[in-house]
Every structure is written in structure tokens, then in C-alpha cells.
T-cell receptor, first 114, second 112 residues
């Protein structure tokens, strides 16, 4: 089945550690996105990529990094510079990054900093 | 800056009732609007996508309407079922900013 796979589903991190969240899609979509979801807030865009080897910062990129070496993969690293990393992280993709693209989401990864 | 508001934040209805969820946005220069469903601890599932040139879209018991000039969209759910219990989010793609802005969602509970 086509879809987006995020792993791990749950992740615990000690302060000062970097962690990487995986996102893989087999939908043959060009555009991929990382969002952060906090209680009572709308989804906020961290980074997005329109094509392989290219990505742009979203609204809250500080303390995060990404790579897009393959079309199918868009991993997100939460670095120790991120002040408040405990959140639910969602990866999404669309056929293109333009306005007509319907967005498809993975199941999410919940990161907790101990 | 585009702002998307969903009121009410939570709603409880008995099974079988028809209901309407609201989404309003401040910048009418949108390309499209998308409605999503989110179950607890899960990702978002796309329900309906309405282009700015369209007035409504239908899928099964769901009907979404769009009034761009007034900055409003509604999601109508007919004959609600307990399985419809979830959080419903809307998101608008704004042309001026070339980005998607999400509302905070309406948490729906359908009771037996």
C-alpha cells in the first residue's frame, strides 16, 4: 500500500542529545514536509522540501535540521539547540509543493525529553 | 498574516444528528482549503480538498462548502456515527504567502 511511514512512533531523549526522526514515502511525491503539533496549537511548519537535494526553512526551523538525499526519504534531526523539543512530529507529502497539492500525512512520532 | 479559526473547540452530539463544523480565515486570497480528520495520537487523514474556484465538495456523508469572499468554510456531517468521533482540522493555502495555515481543530464526540 502507498503511504508515509514515520519511525519511531515514540522516542525519549535526554537533554543535550540529538535525535533523528525517520520519514519514508512510496507515493512518488516530490514535496515533503515536517510539522510540529503542540496541544491547543495549529500545526507549525518546520522544514519542507520541493525536490531532492533542496529544502527550505519553515516557520520554526531553529534547532532542527533535515536532509533530502532521496526522493522517498526526508529525515528530521532535533538538535540539542531546540529549547522545547517535546511535541508530536508529523511528516507529510504532496505531489508538488504548489497550491493544488493535497497533503498526505504519516502517523506521527511523539518525542519526549526527559 | 493568515489566521485560521475553528469554533467551537469541542462539540458533543448524539448519534444520528446532522452537524456543521466551522472554519474561518482572515485572508481571502486562498488557492484551496483542505479538511482533515485526526484520531487521538495519530496522523491527519485528508477528507476533502476544495479549490478556490469551487463552492463545495462531497464525499459520502461529508460535504464541505467554501465562501471565499466571507472567509468561511463549513464541513457538514450527515447522520453522525460514533466512529466520526475525532478532531477535525481545516487548512488553507494562501497565495500571498505560498503556505498552508492550519486551524487548531474541533474535537467532535458522537455519543450513543
Amino acid at each position: 500500500d502507498g503511504g508515509i511511514t514515520q519511525s519511531p512512533k515514540y522516542l525519549f531523549r535526554k537533554e543535550g542529545q540529538n535525535v533523528t526522526l525517520s520519514c519514508e514515502q512510496n507515493l512518488n511525491h516530490d514535496a515533503m514536509y515536517w510539522y510540529r503539533q503542540d496541544p491547543g496549537q495549529g500545526l507549525r511548519l518546520i522544514y519542507y522540501s520541493q525536490i531532492v537535494n533542496d529544502f527550505q526553512k519553515g516557520d520554526i526551523a531553529e534547532g532542527y535540521s533535515v536532509s533530502r538525499e532521496k526522493k522517498e526519504s526526508f529525515p528530521l534531526t532535533v538538535t540539542s539547540a531546540q529549547k522545547n523539543p517535546t511535541a508530536f512530529y508529523l511528516c507529510a507529502s504532496s505531489i508538488s509543493s504548489g497550491p493544488t497539492g493535497e497533503l498526505f500525512f504519516g502517523e506521527g512520532s511523539r518525542l519526549t525529553v526527559l | 498574516k493568515q489566521e485560521v479559526t475553528q469554533i467551537p473547540a469541542a462539540l458533543s452530539v448524539p448519534e444520528g444528528e446532522n452537524l456543521v463544523l466551522n472554519c474561518s480565515f482572515t485572508d481571502s486570497a486562498i488557492y484551496n482549503l483542505q479538511w482533515f480528520r485526526q484520531d487521538p495520537g495519530k496522523g491527519l487523514t485528508s477528507l476533502l480538498l476544495i479549490q478556490s474556484s469551487q463552492r463545495e465538495q462531497t464525499s459520502g456523508r461529508l460535504n464541505a462548502s467554501l465562501d471565499k469572499s466571507s472567509g468561511r468554510s463549513t464541513l457538514y456531517i450527515a447522520a453522525s456515527q460514533p466512529g466520526d468521533s475525532a478532531t477535525y482540522l481545516c487548512a488553507v493555502y494562501t497565495g500571498t504567502a505560498s503556505k498552508l495555515t492550519f486551524g487548531t481543530g474541533t474535537r467532535l464526540q458522537v455519543t450513543l
